[in-house]
């Protein structure tokens, strides 16, 4: 290049460096405008987060902050899948009307609470109790009829019926504190439902079966062998966890061993028997569209919607990193409005799930905070969605 052309070059790069300095100082043009740093001395923002390197931002539930050093949902990693065809979530703006059942494991209490947080029942208080006994609840369902609640107490060995209206327990079955197989015993118990018929239907996980017990304490009905611990239905099954009953008289079972979902007709005839991609799979539900819906009970933890005819995974919300990881949830249960209710069992949260957007859009208690005042939970093992004026 000639003296001349360098000459002209070097006064246009002059030229340009000026205008550069001084739009920078008029935020609103594109450029970022100087801020303060610690020493008082401007620093160049570059548009960054302040976090560690390589986490990112995302859009975040109200209420929810940002764990340091952690990647929120939203990033190339995190990313649930969305559900097929899934649109926005319709109906009442509230996800309990009627109120939500929590079993508060390590508050050793039942809570109803409404979609505020407000406490609308609570169990127990003085007189409620057999004498000498604890309660530590890990699930909680409320009966057909709307006047009691079945709770069984997986560390205690019982099963126990609550009636709503006095809070005093009203039947028990099992021998408090003493594991076994023995006649009235049992062993890890756990999903206890009542039926409309007054019986309750338990998964005794650590006994291998799965028992319909009548008012009257009479075992009507087993599935499974007792002690004989193996995937084989409807013969055995391999620690099962949960037994939900379904509107057509069958039931649909989790077994620990083999991540395994089996839907039971009402002669017990399998309906199929599915391997789920969990570390341990827990307290499957059938959907309305006859999908599965199933938790990974584990950390990190997740939530599935399998189609049980193909074994595909139409739904995976799973975060790794960041407030919307789960630890160890245990139950989801489906809303009218196209989201999941959900207890983050060692995150010390229940939270609402909308899988069109894939995030938290509702939480009582506080994450990674156990407490027993009002508003906080301690490992929340179990949820029940209660119908409008069970709790008045």
Partial sequence: MKPSYIAGAAAVVVILVVAFVVLSQFPGNGVPAASPGPSGQPTRSTGRSSQSPGTMLASLPAGITPEPGTTLPGGPTDRPTRAPGSSAPTGTSQHFPGGLLIADRGNGRLLAVDDAGAILWRFPEAGSLPAGETFS???????????????NEEENQVIVRIDIATKKVVWEYGQFGHPGGGPGQLWNPDDAYPLANGDITVADIKNCRIMEISPDKRIVRQWGQTGVCSDNPPHTYGQPNGDTPLPDGGMLVTEIYGSRVV??????????????????PSDAQLLADGNVLVVDYFDPGALIVVDPGTGHVLYR????HGPGKLNHPSLALPLPDGTYVLNDDYRHRVVVIDPTTNSIVWTHGHNRQAGAADGFLNIPDGVDVAPVGIFK
């Fill in 263 to 280: 839907r039971l007709s009402a002669t017990g005839k399998v309906l199929f028997d599915i391997h789920v991609p969990l570390h341990y």
């Fill in 137 to 151: 609840a890990d699930d909680a369902f409320i009966s057909p009829d709307g006047k009691t609640i079945v709770a």
């Fill in 317 to 320: 919300y799973g975060p790794k």
